[in-house]
């Protein structure tokens, strides 16, 4: 049974930093794709960055936070991680990792099959 657990997530101000860590275990299928989505309060989930660590590891990243965080993966594939600069007010939400054989796009959060339970990142001005 896969199972993803984030840690990393906090308060912080404003341009603040913060590092994601998601640690994978369990997989019995061979990871292709490693990533983060996160959801606000009242709104959906969405997007946020993706690496196909079976592809180059080709990145994929919302317009919004493209500049700001770097996606990246072990090469076990046992870790993700996402590094978080120059932090905003509008990045307040949980924060879920993801695993999956293949990449499904940001905008397909239903294709993704394995989750873990999220991390809170809470911005302030």
């Known amino acids: 049974q896969v199972q993803l657990t984030e840690s990393g997530g906090g308060a912080v101000q404003t341009g603040g930093s913060l590092r994601l860590t998601c640690t994978v275990s369990?997989?019995?299928?061979?990871?292709?794709?490693m990533g983060w989505f996160r959801q606000a309060k009242g709104k959906e989930r969405e997007g946020v960055a993706t690496?196909?660590?079976?592809?180059?590891?080709?990145?994929d990243y919302r317009d919004a936070v493209r500049g700001r965080f770097t996606i990246s993966a072990n090469d076990a594939k046992t870790a993700v991680y996402l590094q978080m600069n120059d932090l905003r007010p509008d990045d307040t939400a949980i924060y879920y990792c993801?695993?999956?054989?293949?990449?499904?796009?940001?905008?397909?959060?239903?294709?993704?099959?394995?989750w873990g339970q999220g991390t809170q990142v809470t911005v302030s001005s």
């Open positions: 690496i196909m660590t079976r592809y180059a590891n080709s990145r």
């Open positions: 369990g997989a019995s299928f061979p990871i292709g794709c």
């Open positions: 993801v695993v999956d054989e293949f990449c499904a796009g940001l905008g397909n959060s239903q294709l993704y099959h394995y």
